[in-house]
C-alpha cells in the first residue's frame, strides 16, 4: 500500500508540475501578454500587406508559387515536430499561437524593420565592403533569435501553467523559429523576383524554393529550438531545471550558429573555403541540436515516468514499455528488437502516450475516457 500510494503522489505531482493535459486558451482580455501579441501579430500583419502590396498585382505569380511552395515545404516540417512533441504534449492551438508570432510578428514587425535600419548603420560605420561580408551576422543574430524567443516568454505569460520545462522551450521555439523560416522564404522570393523585374518569375520562386528549403534544415527551426531550451534553463520554470550557465551558453551557442551562417561568406573569405564550411556547421548545428534535445527532454521523459508509474505497478504497462514510452530513439530501438516487431512497437508506445495524456486530462482520477485507453492498451499487448 505504500508503494502505490507512493506512486500515486509522484503521479499527481507530475500532472500538476508538468500542466500536462490543460486546455489552452489564447482570449485572455484581462492578460496584458495577450495584448502584447495581439499588437505584435496585428503590427506584423500591416507590415506585410503594406510590404507586398508594392506591386502585389504584378509579381502576384512569384508570390503565389512561393507560398504554394513553401506550404508544402512545411508539411514534412509538421510531422517531424509533431513526432517531437511526444511527451507531456503541447496544445496544438498553443504551438499554432507561437507559429504564428514567429512567421507574422518576429519577421514583420521586428525583424524587417530592425534588420533595415541596422545593416544601414553598419553600411556607414564599417563601409560597403565590410558590411556585405559581416553585416547580416552582426544583426540577425540579435533581433531576430531575441524577437523569435519574445514569442515564448509572450506564451508563458498566456499559458504558464503549460510552458514549464526546456522541452517545451524546445517544442515551441522549435514551431516559432519553423513560423520565422516559411515567412521569411516568402519574402526572399518577392525581394528575389523584383530584384529581376518580374522576369521568370515561377523559376524565380522555384530557384529561392530549392536553396532556401535546402537551408532551412539547419537555420530558423533549430536556432530558436535551441535557444528557447537555453531561455527555459535560464528562467528554470520546472522543478530542478534552472542552471543559468547552461542556459546562457545554450543561447549564445544558437546566435553563434546563425551569425556563421548569415555570414559565411566572410567567414571563409569568399573563396574555396565556403564549400568546406558550409557542411562543417551544418554537421556541428545537428550534434550541437541532439545534445540540447537530449538534455532537455529529461525532465520530461520522468514526468511521464511519474505519470505511468501506477500503471506499471498494476500490469496495464510493462516496464520495457516504460522505458520506450519515456525514452528517446536508442530505448525505442531496443523496444522495437526486444518485440521483433517495428508495427507493434509503434501501435504500443502510442497506446501508452494516449493513456498518459488521458490520466493527465484527467487529473489522475479514474475516467472514463481512462478507462477506454487503458482497455485498448490492454487490447494491443494481447494482440499477437
Not at 502510442?350 to 495524456?357: C, R, V
Request: proline letters at 4%; charged letters at 15%.
Amino acid at each position: 500500500m505504500t508503494d502505490v500510494g507512493t506512486g500515486k503522489a509522484a503521479q499527481l505531482a507530475a500532472i500538476e508540475q508538468s500542466g500536462w493535459g490543460l486546455p489552452f486558451r489564447f482570449l485572455q482580455p484581462r492578460n496584458a501578454a495577450f495584448w502584447v501579441y495581439v499588437l505584435g501579430v496585428g503590427g506584423g500583419a500591416l507590415t506585410m500587406l503594406r510590404y507586398f502590396g508594392q506591386g502585389g498585382g504584378f509579381y502576384a505569380p512569384a508570390l503565389t508559387g512561393g507560398v504554394l511552395l513553401f506550404g508544402l515545404y512545411l508539411v514534412p516540417w509538421l510531422l517531424l515536430l509533431r513526432h517531437h512533441n511526444r511527451y507531456t504534449r503541447q496544445p496544438a492551438g498553443l504551438l499554432a499561437t507561437g507559429f504564428a508570432w514567429g512567421g507574422v510578428a518576429a519577421t514583420f514587425w521586428i525583424a524587417l524593420p530592425a534588420n533595415t535600419a541596422l545593416l544601414d548603420i553598419w553600411a556607414k560605420v564599417g563601409g560597403t565592403a565590410f558590411a556585405a561580408d559581416w553585416a547580416a551576422g552582426l544583426t540577425a543574430p540579435i533581433n531576430e533569435e531575441f524577437g523569435k524567443a519574445l514569442g515564448l516568454v509572450l506564451l508563458i505569460g498566456l499559458a504558464p501553467r503549460l510552458v514549464r520545462s526546456a522541452y517545451d522551450g524546445f517544442v515551441i521555439g522549435a514551431f516559432t523559429g519553423l513560423g520565422f523560416q516559411v515567412f521569411e522564404d516568402v519574402l526572399y522570393v518577392f525581394n528575389g523576383v523584383t530584384q529581376n523585374f518580374g522576369v521568370d518569375q515561377f523559376g524565380s520562386s522555384l530557384q529561392v524554393f530549392l536553396l532556401r528549403g535546402a537551408s532551412g534544415i539547419v537555420s530558423h527551426a533549430l536556432f530558436s529550438a535551441i535557444f528557447c531550451a537555453g531561455l527555459m534553463w535560464v528562467l528554470g520554470r520546472a522543478p530542478g531545471e534552472r542552471d543559468v550557465p547552461r542556459g546562457v551558453l545554450t543561447m549564445l551557442t544558437a546566435m553563434v550558429f546563425h551569425f556563421a551562417w548569415d555570414d559565411m561568406a566572410g567567414l571563409s573569405g569568399g573563396g574555396a573555403l565556403f564549400f568546406l564550411l558550409l557542411p562543417l556547421i551544418a554537421v556541428v548545428e545537428l550534434v550541437v541540436l541532439f545534445h540540447v534535445l537530449r538534455h532537455a527532454a529529461r525532465r520530461e521523459r520522468a514526468w511521464v515516468r511519474d505519470l505511468l508509474g501506477p500503471e506499471v505497478a498494476a500490469g496495464v504497462v510493462d516496464p520495457p514499455l516504460l522505458d520506450a514510452v519515456s525514452g528517446l530513439r536508442k530505448e525505442r530501438k531496443a523496444y522495437r528488437k526486444h518485440l521483433r516487431s517495428g508495427r507493434r512497437a509503434r501501435h504500443l508506445v502510442e497506446g501508452a502516450q494516449d493513456l498518459a495524456e488521458e490520466i493527465a486530462r484527467a487529473g489522475g482520477e479514474d475516467t472514463r475516457e481512462v478507462a477506454y485507453a487503458r482497455a485498448e492498451l490492454l487490447r494491443l499487448r494481447a494482440t499477437p
